[in-house]
């Protein structure tokens, strides 16, 4: 059978891995362009392998983005995220991918989609459509290409890399009404196994945090002890549903189970000695929190970006379980304790009368292109698309 090819890039960003595509080289039907796109990526696979596609079957190797030049005034490059789902029928377009964030200015400066320094640091302005916000990447530049190697060491990453900051600018009200969408920083949620209280948070994504203790989960351990836990599994997901309605994000069960890739939801603790993934040991005093974050109804092997974000925003106001677990207080970014090893988040936090607003939630992550070149996709799949492609291919 003919294949159709189509311009695209395997990039890792951060602690996940996504297909990354130009918007004019796919269909302008958003069904037939989703369509194609699961395809790309091996979904839906029964099996739950997405052998016969791109995907890694997990949440953080089953990922879409698409980006194109901005027309929006001071902002370079306007970029969507998909979370899609390994055996489900349709893309998440709910949120955002914050490792992933980190990979957009590199990918659109290997495009030509934005003048940058030969050397030096480029500053790239990102405009993340799937939650309305800004997005300042600050990435290295050497002899006009993007600068990927170095000796930044991110947790959850075998490699060094070179860093590249990102700041993500009032990022309240992501995808959910203002910082805190029930108007209160402690929130009681009602589901099957009775009342749980919760911090109900929309910074980055939105985020539903639960008290370790509630659940009785170790925040010490490994991803892989947590999900064999069906129980658990199934509990935590109860939760993120009654979370979801709540917010104002879903209005039944249905909707809310639909869209998995949003709100996350994170359990916290106070910080605790732990072995990392890589064997690495951290002690108590080496974290200010710690937490385990589901994605896609499985504990996440590190923590998603804007999940940290999220996290980070909560410690940094009275009142919440976030912060009820942070022992002392310190000039600096909060140290999350993670599976992966320790995440760090600044974040500019004021008080406004009775509210709090976040200036801006700063991260440091890293992004290398895996492979770039072209995609193959049956050509049945397109022959719905005939005279929709923005571009010829």
């Not at 939650?131 to 990447?137: D, L, N, P, Q, R």
């Not at 209160?184 to 939105?206: D, K, Q």
Request: charged content about 15%; glycine content about 12%.
């Amino acid at each position: 059978m003919r294949q159709d090819r189509i311009p695209a890039a395997w990039m890792r960003g951060g602690t996940s891995k996504g297909l990354f595509l130009l918007t004019d080289d796919l269909p302008l039907t958003p069904a037939i362009r989703d369509a194609l796109l699961m395809r790309l990526i091996g979904s839906p696979d029964p099996y739950g392998k997405q052998i016969d596609g791109l995907g890694g079957a997990t949440s953080s190797t089953s990922k879409v983005v698409i980006v194109s030049a901005s027309s929006r005034p001071g902002h370079d490059v306007d970029y969507l995220f998909g979370q899609v789902p390994i055996d489900g029928g349709h893309i998440d377009w709910s949120g955002n991918c914050g490792n992933l964030t980190a990979a957009v200015g590199p990918f659109a400066i290997s495009r030509g989609l934005i003048r940058t320094p030969s050397d030096g640091i480029a500053t790239v302005r990102i405009w993340q459509a799937n939650i309305g916000k800004t997005i300042v990447a600050y990435i290295p530049m050497q002899g006009g290409e993007v600068v990927e190697h170095g000796d930044f060491v991110l947790d959850g990453v075998a490699f060094s890399s070179a860093e590249i900051r990102l700041e993500f600018i009032d990022p309240a009200g992501s995808g959910a009404a203002g910082l805190f969408p029930s108007g209160r920083t402690l929130e009681h949620l009602h589901t099957a196994a009775g009342s749980i209280p919760v911090t109900l948070i929309s910074a980055g994504n939105p985020m539903v945090l639960v008290d370790a203790t509630v659940l009785g989960v170790d925040c010490s351990a490994p991803q892989a002890v947590l999900n064999v836990q069906q129980d658990l599994l199934a509990r935590c997901e109860q939760i993120r549903i009654a979370g979801a309605m709540a917010m104002g994000l879903a209005t039944s069960v249905a909707e809310a189970s639909a869209r998995g890739h949003t709100p996350k939801l994170a359990i916290v603790d106070a910080p605790c000695a732990f072995r990392a993934a890589s064997g690495h040991t951290f002690d108590t005093a080496d974290t200010d929190l710690a937490c385990r974050v589901l994605s896609m109804g499985l504990f996440h092997h590190a923590i998603p970006g804007t999940a940290a974000i999220a996290i980070a925003a909560a410690v940094a106001v009275p009142g919440t379980l976030a912060a009820a677990h942070v022992r002392d207080v310190r000039p600096g970014p909060i140290r999350i304790g993670q599976p992966s090893g320790r995440t760090l988040v600044e974040v500019e936090a004021v008080r406004d009368g009775t509210a709090w607003k976040i200036g801006k939630a700063v991260m440091t992550r890293s992004a290398r292109m895996l492979m770039d070149g072209v995609v193959g996709v049956p050509s049945s799949m397109l022959r719905a698309a005939s005279g929709q492609s923005r571009s010829s291919r």
